[in-house]
């Protein structure tokens, strides 16, 4: 009999998880020491100009805190885990077709490996539908908004362009949902998210989904319900860098899908021609005794030439376009984090104005604007840390992509010239 597989070595995360989250505490006096604000951005002069302080004379820096070292290293993130390290694998293949009274669905198996002590079992087997995948990365925004969560295959498609429940369309949606887990498996804190725990081991994941906001935790509350009603400054340089990278980087890689998908539209088309061209060789070769063996050879040199750009094509549309359409929605979705930081730091320099302003004498310093200053801290110091994590993740996808695509063209080239 096989001997039993060894257990994976652990990945050891759970010294991240007992690291104390700057937002996990309810008061100050829990949260030791206030992190000291840098001086990014700096208030109005009327109000700068002033010698400010706290109620309890603690001086008060009024620029809007950027993430400070000690803060990065609390929350830093292992970029480089190593398959052998690695203690969860996740998998989604087994596309199932569902036919019912009211609607017709796919549901795709999502496989589970761990040895993880969060769990309770060392493997699982669930179906899960596109509607849960959507539930899971709905909750992962609501419960860790500070962080980048991985985009989900556009659920839509065009009526009467693609058949959803087409064999192709079913293996590309299911390569990219089970990219959307690995990205979420990869990462050291979204991994040890609940939701993601229930989304791969419940086996009725509707029970959870009646339960809506209850499992919100406190630090997606204070995020979520952050009004638009205080006004950004302005933005951090760094950070405004990322919003101009983002902006340029969605613009062309919008430029770059539309002229592919232009490509593909016309080879898809010339590929009809050719199909219809060829046969007319075989008929001529029929009519032409003594030209047939040619017009055979040129019949057949099309037909070669109608695989070769039939396998190309698809492999644009199934390799090269899913990746293109992925990295837009990657980059609309740091844009919402983005906005999400702004909103915290706009709100933080509000409440640090109402401070300087009042200057009362008050023997405790406001927990509330030590509190938004850690929000800002934490918003700064996740989305650095995610930013990073999603440059090398975009340097390896579209190496990788772009050195296939020129293989492709030169094994396609390579054909139709020995044709």
Avoid at 78 to 101: S, Y
Wanted: glycine share 4%; net charge negative.
């Amino acid at each position: 009999a096989a001997s039993a597989p060894k257990p994976l070595p652990s990945s050891g995360p759970k010294s991240l998880r007992e690291m104390p989250h700057p937002l996990a505490t309810s008061s100050s006096e829990e949260m030791g020491p206030a992190l000291t604000p840098s001086p990014d951005l700096l208030l109005p002069r009327s109000i700068a100009d002033k010698d400010l302080s706290l109620p309890n004379g603690t001086p008060v820096d009024t620029s809007s805190p950027a993430s400070s070292s000690s803060l990065l290293n609390r929350l830093q993130l292992d970029d480089d885990l190593d398959v052998e390290t690695r203690d969860l694998f996740v998998t989604v293949d087994d596309p199932k077709k569902h036919v019912c009274t009211m609607e017709t669905y796919i549901t795709y198996r999502v496989t589970t490996k761990t040895t993880r002590a969060e769990f309770d079992l060392p493997e699982y087997s669930v179906r899960r539908r596109y509607q849960d995948f959507d539930w899971l990365r709905n909750k992962l925004e609501e419960s860790q908004p500070t962080h980048l969560i991985p985009p989900l295959p556009e659920k839509f498609v065009v009526k009467g362009v693609v058949d959803r429940f087409s064999e192709e369309f079913v293996e590309t949606r299911r390569k990219a949902l089970d990219k959307f887990l690995k990205r979420i498996t990869d990462h050291p804190v979204l991994s040890f998210n609940e939701h993601f725990s229930i989304f791969l081991t419940a086996k009725d994941l509707n029970a959870y989904k009646k339960q809506g906001m209850a499992l919100l935790s406190k630090m997606g509350e204070s995020v979520k319900y952050v009004t638009g009603g205080y006004k950004l400054r302005s933005r951090p340089l760094e950070f405004a860098a990322i919003g101009d990278y983002l902006d340029t980087f969605s613009l062309k890689l919008g430029t770059i899908d539309r002229i592919a998908q232009r490509i593909i539209k016309e080879q898809l088309e010339y590929l009809v021609e050719l199909r219809e061209y060829g046969p007319v060789y075989s008929t001529w070769g029929g009519l032409e005794v003594e030209l047939s063996e040619p017009l055979e050879g040129v019949s057949a040199c099309i037909g070669n030439c109608c695989t070769a750009l039939e396998e190309l094509s698809e492999d644009m549309t199934e390799d090269f376009l899913p990746v293109l359409r992925e990295y837009i929605l990657y980059a609309e979705s740091m844009k919402n984090v983005l906005k999400k930081r702004d909103q915290v730091q706009a709100e933080y320099e509000a409440k640090l104005e109402a401070v300087a302003l009042k200057r009362e004498d008050r023997p405790k310093v406001p927990t509330d604007v030590e509190k938004c200053q850690d929000r800002v801290e934490c918003f700064n110091a996740d989305l650095k840390a995610d930013m990073e994590r999603w440059q090398n993740n975009k340097r390896q996808d579209f190496r990788q992509l772009l050195m296939g695509m020129a293989d492709k063209n030169i094994q396609y080239y390579e054909k139709v010239c020995v044709t």
